[in-house]
């Protein structure tokens, strides 16, 4: 008894219980938050024992998100993890000017809410996803795949927290690369079910080029589903929206960048400052290909492409 006791230190009454709150957007960002627990429990942090975690998760919804960000700032927790932009915007909002710590694990666009990547100058800090950094490098994928291409589809929703650089960064790219896109809209992923054979038809462009956006990506299993119907290639955001059907695309894991945020948590909770933390980029970023995909709407995948790729899915 007494070695194990050694090995294995009881819990003290007095020991710390952390909280931790978690949001995450849709499903697509849950794998964030499992990298972010499994890093934190190989930092010493075991659930039910030194931290308990209370999770949401908004399933693509921006009034459920608003409504659980504001719980979360109001249950004060010792620390709020997020996983994305449209998450991070609100909880910013709702927690600043207090020393209530919020770290995102997967921002497209930092600088919503922080002052620069060398400081947040507030309580946040965090790691960004990249995922708008990607745009031009996705369509110059897209035409790795399609070197005749001239138009693509570009499913966009307005309301979206991106929208305005996502669609300027996407027009850039497009312009550069000789493509001409076509714009079509939705007011979120409800209204993308519903009108998703007028949305992604070949009758509009060659292929479909999805913005990182967590209204489209919500519903990337309808879109990734017509799109194979119309036989058309199509450019994901991320690892699970290549999974669900989408082509291929560069990304960052996500799984990783929740590993990444845990490291930066553990240093909050022992009294590091936010600000004092830089913003921190993917430690990779992989090529991922859907070769399931590529067969089912007839697209052969250049041998040059498939030698690149860091995950092929079949």
Known sequence: MGVLALCFPPVSDAQKVYRISALVASDLFVPAFEGFKKKMTELGYVERRNVNYDFHNAKGHQDTLNKLAQKLAQDKPDLIVTSSTSVTIPVAKLTEGTNLPVIF????????????????GNNLTGISNS????????????????????????????????YEISH????????KLGVDLTEVHAAGHEEIKSKISALITRKLGEAVFTPPDVLVTAAIEEIARQAIKEKLPLIGTNIDTIK???????????????????????????GAKPADLPIEQPSRLNLVINLKTAKAIGLKVPKEILLRADEVIE
Do not use: C, H
């Not at 995922?131 to 795949?145: A, G, Q």
């Not at 960064?169 to 497009?174: N, T």
């Open 131 to 162: 995922s708008l950094d990607l745009i031009e490098k996705r369509m110059e994928l897209l035409k790795e795949f399609v070197p005749g291409i001239k138009r693509v589809i570009v499913l966009e929703v307005p309301s979206g927290t991106n």
């Open 168 to 175: 300027r960064l996407i027009w850039e790219a497009g312009k």
């Open 244 to 270: 669900k059907g989408a082509l291929a695309t560069y990304t960052a894991d996500y799984f990783e960048l929740g590993q990444q945020g845990a490291i930066m948590a553990n240093k909050v909770l022992k």
């Open 105 to 120: 694990v997967s921002a497209s666009d930092p600088l919503r809410f922080v002052k620069s990547y060398a400081s947040s």
